[in-house]
């Protein structure tokens, strides 16, 4: 097995068959289109170390949390077993999503992620396969094999490399990921993105907009089957663990940034010709040109970004290239 990051402990655990458990992350449960409510998980933590991540708050609501997010990694003992003992014909015709929990391309799961897929494809089953590795590529050979049950999906936040090496600290560059996505595209797989989590300004980088027009930039010469979007979201300690690497983020001002990067994305996925859509947090559509926000709201504060404006949190700019935009006023 191939040896863990400096600084991260791993340890074992076995793993309860079937490998397949039911999973909110479908249309019809958390409105996310990426599995039919379902996900195979096969470890406990995740070696990449994203400070944003929503998982880590997952494993501290049920206690099993084993130190630091990213600087423990549990391995299944017992992982060839739970594939033999899945009864995989359950799950024909149905798409499952590889994985929700942790990414399944770590470089101590790659063998791992293939003997699920093996096993899962060859019997019938769908996959959508939702990475930031490239290592991902070694097995594009075996998803062609099956390719109308394979959607093979990049997750990106940044295409700038100072922030990517703070935001997702040990994960391989952003632009390898999109050689991944290239190469799968040319393989003929279906392809698409996760651009997430889309940050609001911060020091390190103030241009949002020139980050996520970069991203679609490339994303239209690859022409990914489909672009999902979102903004940070709050989750467990995850700010705090932000503002540890020194990115302050305030959490009302993801109130008025989750519509407007909203907007913004739709108008660039129009812009390129893609198909896409973003997951709003507070379920609310911002239009830039004239600052108002439509469709109901899950907070309070975010019908109100005046409210914001008064208080001296955030201020109003135009931008010339989409409209009305707020950003956080120095403090
Ligand atoms: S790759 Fe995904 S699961 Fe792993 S730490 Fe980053 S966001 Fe979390």
Redesign the pocket.
């Known amino acids: 097995m191939m040896r863990p990051p400096l600084g991260v402990e791993t340890g074992e655990y076995r793993i309860k068959p079937p490998l397949v458990k039911p999973s909110r992350l479908s249309s019809k449960g958390s409105g996310k289109d990426l599995s039919q409510g379902w996900a195979v998980n096969f470890t406990i933590g995740?070696t990449?170390?994203?400070p944003f991540?929503y998982?880590s708050s997952i494993w501290e609501k049920n206690g099993r949390v084993k130190g630091r997010w990213?600087d423990y990694l549990l391995l299944p003992s017992n992982l060839e077993e739970a594939i033999k003992e899945t009864d995989w014909g359950r799950w024909v015709g149905e798409e499952v999503l590889m994985s929700s929990?942790?990414?399944p391309y770590l470089p101590q799961l790659a063998d791992g992620a293939r003997k699920i897929l093996e096993a899962g494809l060859s019997a019938g089953v769908r996959f959508c396969i939702q990475t930031?590795s490239p290592l991902a590529s070694r097995d594009i050979p075996l998803m062609v094999r099956f390719r109308e049950q394979v959607r093979l999906q990049i997750?990106i936040a940044t295409l700038n490399p100072e922030f990517a090496r703070i935001i997702?600290p040990r994960?391989p560059s952003p632009e390898s990921r999109l050689r991944l996505l290239e190469k799968a595209a040319d393989a003929g797989l279906r392809t698409g993105v996760i651009i997430a989590p889309v940050f609001p300004p911060t020091d390190l980088r103030p241009d949002w907009i020139e980050d996520l027009e970069a991203i679609f930039e490339r994303l239209a010469v690859i022409k990914p089957d489909m672009v999902f979007g979102e903004c940070l979201h709050v989750r467990g300690s995850n700010l705090s663990l932000l503002a540890d690497k020194g990115v302050q983020v305030d959490r009302r001002m993801l109130y008025v940034f989750d519509g407007q990067a909203g907007a913004v994305f739709q108008q660039l996925l129009q812009k390129h010709g893609l198909k896409g859509v973003w997951w709003y947090e507070y379920r609310r559509a911002y239009d830039g040109k004239t600052g108002q926000y439509t469709g109901p709201t899950s907070s309070p504060l975010y019908e109100k970004p005046m409210k914001l404006v008064d208080e001296g949190v955030v201020e109003r700019i135009t931008d010339e290239r989409f409209g009305c935009v707020y950003r956080l006023r120095k403090q």
């Open positions: 995740c990449h170390a994203c991540c998982v990213g929990t942790h990414d930031r997750s997702e994960v």
